[in-house]
């Protein structure tokens, strides 16, 4: 969802303008928004076969209004602690023209600043600032984390340790989906 809010708010759109603060500060848009908006994407024919949501549902209410949208197979949490969080997303870096992301530690761009792929500036998003990630873990506390229980209780739930490279987790995401 992250990435099309992000995309409404570069177009421009009504949603964009109406979101691009509350996603600068860290905060969360409201559900009524969120919901329309996923709404729409999966009912578009590329999702007909399947999907994965990253970022939605992030409250009890977005997860009681998607299964009136559409049957949810599994929902896995990663757990990663919050310094680690805080470590990852601070130096993340996204072009501003064609939206590669890198990392300062983990993935450089060959010319600090500078896209590898097209030679856009590389910058660092409003919510990928400290303070921000801080507000969004707090966030995530008070209104996310407890559909770790509700999804639990229904026998949804796959918990899969989101520490490690990026290929070690993907290893053990496939794992516990059985893949």
């Not at 601070?90 to 600090?112: D, H, I, Q």
């Amino acid at each position: 969802t992250g990435d099309l809010f992000r995309a409404a708010v570069k177009n421009e759109t009504p949603l964009g303008l109406k979101v691009k603060d509350i996603l600068a500060s860290g905060g969360l848009v409201p559900d009524d928004v969120t919901i329309a908006l996923v709404k729409e994407r999966l009912s578009a024919e590329d999702a007909k076969k399947g999907w994965i949501l990253d970022g939605f549902p992030r409250t009890i209410a977005q997860a009681e209004a998607l299964e009136g949208i559409a049957a949810v197979d599994k929902v896995v949490n990663f757990e990663v602690a919050d310094e680690v969080v805080v470590g990852r997303l601070s130096t993340r870096r996204v072009c501003r023209a064609c939206g590669k992301t890198y990392n300062t530690k983990t993935m450089p761009t060959k010319k600090e600043g500078v896209c590898d792929a097209c030679g856009g500036e590389v910058y660092t998003r409003d919510d990928d600032k400290e303070s921000a990630i801080r507000t969004r873990l707090e966030n995530y506390r008070k209104q996310t984390e407890p559909l770790i229980g509700w999804y639990r209780e229904r026998g949804k739930l796959l918990t899969i340790d989101g520490v490690g490279e990026p290929k070690a987790v993907y290893a053990r995401f496939n794992k516990v989906l059985g893949k």
